[in-house]
């Protein structure tokens, strides 16, 4: 017979991803047990099955929005890796980049104070606001991640985003079809932290 503490170490323990993103992580348009994030949790049933993922995202956040958001969350789930996928909504917007870049700091800082691993998905817009703004836009995910100590991941559109029959009508969110690749593409950087 065994005593209860064998049978605590029979079980795995359970550790949580949480994935505070936009429409991006939150299936926009499609079903969302097609979205990447369902499929991300889909894979690691298979190869980490210590490991189930929670979505926290929520279509047209912005990076204040995830900031808010964020406290109850850590302390309701005490997730083991956090994923950051957040931003874009802020650079269509025109939101000042200063900003933006703090918010992800702070989500990552705020992540690791309750012991977290932290990846940040990079996001890119359009170049409708000009170079200037456009460029460090791009820069900020990687000055966060410096700043913070967190993972900077890849841009999780990559093969995506150009490819009019990846991306539904209104050339902003990827369809069903592009989900495995945008797993594909965070898998890449999530790997190295499981």
Do not use: C
């Not at 083991?80 to 909504?89: D, F, P, R, S």
């Not at 456009?134 to 700043?147: I, L, M, P, V």
């Not at 991306?167 to 945008?182: C, F, K, V, Y």
Request: charged content about 20%.
């Amino acid at each position: 017979m065994l005593s209860l503490s064998s049978q605590a170490s029979a079980e795995p323990e359970q550790h949580s991803i949480l994935v505070l993103g936009d429409s991006i992580s939150a299936a926009y348009g499609i079903d969302l047990e097609t979205g990447w994030v369902a499929l991300l949790d889909d894979k690691l049933t298979r190869s980490h099955p210590s490991y189930h993922v929670i979505n926290a995202s929520i279509s047209g956040d912005t990076t204040a929005g995830g900031l808010r958001r964020l406290p109850e969350l850590l302390t309701r789930h005490e997730p083991a890796i956090v994923i950051i996928e957040l931003g874009g909504n802020d650079g269509l917007r025109g939101y000042p980049i200063k900003q933006l870049r703090q918010n992800i700091e702070q989500m990552a800082q705020l992540s690791q104070a309750q012991g977290a691993r932290v990846l940040i998905l990079p996001m890119e817009i359009p170049p409708n606001l000009g170079k200037v703004y456009t460029d460090a836009f791009r820069q900020s995910f990687a000055s966060a991640a410096e700043s913070s100590g967190a993972h900077l991941g890849e841009f999780p559109l990559t093969d995506v985003a150009l490819d009019p029959n990846l991306m539904q009508r209104d050339g902003i969110h990827p369809t069903a079809a592009a989900q495995p690749l945008i797993l594909e593409r965070v898998w890449q950087s999530l790997e190295q932290l499981l």
